[in-house]
């Protein structure tokens, strides 16, 4: 049965990395069309310019809030989503936008390898903690950033901290990390199933963003380079406004999308099994229960 779903006007938003590129843009939308919207930053200097963004970006007042962590910590989204779960009785719209890539191979503050634990290991947590206040906020929906880069990737179940090799500038990792937020998404759309609660994911397309910045004056000018052959970060962001705030979206679950239109993942995304062994090894990642 489809949602009935009158946009996010009066909804709490929830967005990781809306502090820059498409989730700043994305979130920038949400709150003009009325979102409550809670960013979840990781700096004071870049919430606030965020925050001013997203005021200058409506003509009427519009509703957001900041919630402060690093993404790449464990015991940070823990505490975030607690303040998140103490502070907001209703949570309809999560997006799990945040992410990065990494040049070179760096641990997380819990001993994870970056990309993994950001990318990947946050979305899982995050998600998984709200997942009760999500459910109870029925209708409501998840969306996670995705990329097409998961297409030439598969899970390395024998070598999940990439200790065996790291090639491609860390390109390939992160194509392991966007397969994860597909095979997330499928597994927990089949368990969200009579819920009320939807989870999909996305390719918001090549982004002129601030995406690749944190890798050395060699990246950004090949980042600057390529920007005439990118989409702006408003264009990219599209496909998750829609999937936030339109009626028509609350048909699908488990879907990965791309312009508005739902698109079929490589092989390697719709791989169920895949996606279940992968729930169990992020649990015990993250120690869910
Ligand atoms: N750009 C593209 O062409 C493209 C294509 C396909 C998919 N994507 C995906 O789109 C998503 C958004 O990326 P973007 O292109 O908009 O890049 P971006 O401009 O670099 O934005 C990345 C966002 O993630 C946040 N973030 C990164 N690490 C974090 C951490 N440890 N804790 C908290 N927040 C963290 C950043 O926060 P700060 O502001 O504090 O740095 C920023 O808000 C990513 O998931 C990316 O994989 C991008």
Not at 115 to 137: G, I
Not at 180 to 195: D, I, K, M, S, Y
Not at 262 to 278: K, T
Request: one cysteine or more.
């Amino acid at each position: 049965m489809i949602q009935k779903w009158d946009g996010v006007a009066g909804k709490r938003v929830l967005i990781t990395g809306g502090t820059s590129g498409i989730g700043l843009a994305a979130a920038t939308e949400l709150a003009r069309r009325g979102g409550q919207v809670t960013l979840i930053a990781r700096t004071e200097s870049r919430a606030a310019r965020a925050v001013r963004t997203i005021v200058d970006g409506s003509p009427k007042p519009v509703s957001v809030d900041v919630l402060f962590g690093d993404l790449a910590s464990q015991a940070s989204i823990r505490r975030l989503a607690d303040e998140a779960l103490a502070k907001y009785p209703r949570i309809e719209v999560l997006i799990n936008n945040a992410g990065a890539i990494y040049r070179q191979r760096r641990l997380s503050p819990d001993g994870l390898e970056l990309t993994w634990a950001v990318n990947h290991l946050a979305t899982f947590l995050l998600t998984t903690v709200l997942l009760d206040r999500l459910k109870e906020s029925a209708p409501a929906r998840i969306i996670t950033t995705s990329s097409d880069a998961h297409k030439s990737a598969r899970i390395p179940f024998d070598d999940l901290q990439a200790e065996g090799g790291w090639a491609g500038m860390g390109f390939r990792r992160y194509g392991e990390t966007k397969l994860a937020n597909v095979l997330f998404t499928v597994e927990l759309a089949r368990q969200l199933q009579g819920t009320g609660v939807t989870a999909n994911c996305f390719h918001p397309g090549f982004v002129a963003s601030g995406f690749n910045r944190n890798n050395g004056p060699l990246m950004r000018v090949g980042m600057m380079l390529s920007r005439p052959f990118a989409r702006s970060s408003r264009k990219g962001a599209q496909t998750l406004v829609w999937l936030a705030d339109s009626q028509e979206a609350g048909a699908f679950n488990g879907g990965y999308f791309f312009d508005e239109r739902r698109v079929a993942p490589a092989a390697g995304g719709q791989d169920a099994a895949a996606a279940r062994r992968l729930w169990q090894v992020s649990e015990q990642q993250t120690r869910v229960a």
